[in-house]
């Protein structure tokens, strides 16, 4: 196989209680990358469409994880990227992860597959510490790995898969203000009360055992962050009042996706997801703010071959 044309999952991280442990991954937004071989033995990002991005192999994320790839293989094969870029950068719906994941799971294709998917993990995650300065797997491993998936511990890295409960739908709002990663660490305080910590433990062995018996109220009722969301809300416009119109329709859950802007609402059922995601956007459109609007399910397939 000389080329290949994929779709690149957008993907959820942190799920409120699992900051850089957990993530999921969706169905219908995502970027498509076409790659394929070329015989000048270097890897060149030749096309970048629906955002502006950087060229330069070493300064594009896709460029640096499929470099991390071929140095581990001492492989000399060189290869061509074209992105059509679907998510916006610092939508925190895992644009870096996408393109990074994306390369790497194409380029891994295209070489007959030297690597399982788990082990590509380590090399889609240097295009996310080029992009925010911190190497974590909660955005790029569900892009490879589909479905939810929680990182264990970094070192030594170590994956989980979980399963998806099959009603379980996801509204996500991004507002169309860019908030980069790195920015949005950055604010972070470093330390965290012990009582927090406790409360934020007890969510997360819960929202896991919400996801193996499928209890959905128990999920929702996981979706909480006492020591991230306080910090980060209050940049993203309204949050508080469009998490209360979530809920009040009818939403398991609510939280910041990622590093935010973008939010979501964990639903169970499509009539429920509809509701919500009506009503979010009524609320939105009322304040007058841009915004992008989806509403998917959970993609368990992850990286997908067009």
């Given amino acids: 196989m000389e080329e290949i044309k994929i779709f690149a999952p957008a993907t959820l991280a942190n799920l409120s209680c699992g900051f850089d442990v957990l993530g999921c991954c969706l169905d219908n937004v995502g970027d498509e990358m076409y790659i394929k071989k070329n015989n000048v033995n270097q890897v ?29 293989l001492n492989s000399t094969q060189g290869f061509d990227i074209e992105i059509d870029k679907h998510i916006k950068p610092g939508s925190g719906i895992g644009s870096s992860a996408a393109s990074s994941a994306g390369a790497v799971y194409a380029v891994n294709k295209l070489l007959e597959e030297p690597f399982t998917i788990k082990e590509l993990i380590p090399f889609a995650m240097e295009g996310e510490r080029l992009a925010s300065g911190n190497a974590h797997a909660d955005n790029v491993a569900p892009a490879l790995m589909g479905g939810f998936n929680l990182v264990r511990s970094y070192q030594p890295l170590e994956v989980v898969s979980l399963p998806s409960p099959p009603q379980l739908r996801v509204v996500i709002l991004h507002p169309l203000i860019e908030l980069k990663t790195k920015d949005s660490r950055s604010i972070l305080k470093q330390s965290v009360y012990l009582k927090d910590a406790v409360s934020q433990w007890g969510n997360l062995g ?91 399910e959970i993609n368990t397939q992850g990286i997908k071959i067009l």
Avoid: W
């Fill in 206 to 296: 819960a929202l896991i055992s919400a996801l193996y018996t499928e209890d959905y109220e128990l999920l929702g009722r996981s979706l909480e962050d006492k020591i991230i969301e306080p910090v980060r809300s209050i940049l993203i416009p309204f949050f508080d009042d469009l998490k209360k119109v979530a809920l009040e329709n009818g939403a398991l859950g609510f939280g910041i996706s990622g590093s935010g802007p973008s939010v979501f609402a964990m639903c169970k059922g499509d009539t429920v997801a509809a509701s919500v995601k009506e009503a979010m956007q009524l609320f939105y459109q009322e304040k007058g703010i841009d915004f992008d609007l989806h509403q998917s």
């Fill in 44 to 72: 060149r990002i030749t096309r970048i469409t629906g955002q502006v991005l950087p060229m330069e192999t070493l300064n594009n994320v896709a460029g640096v994880a499929v470099q991390a790839l071929l140095e581990n």
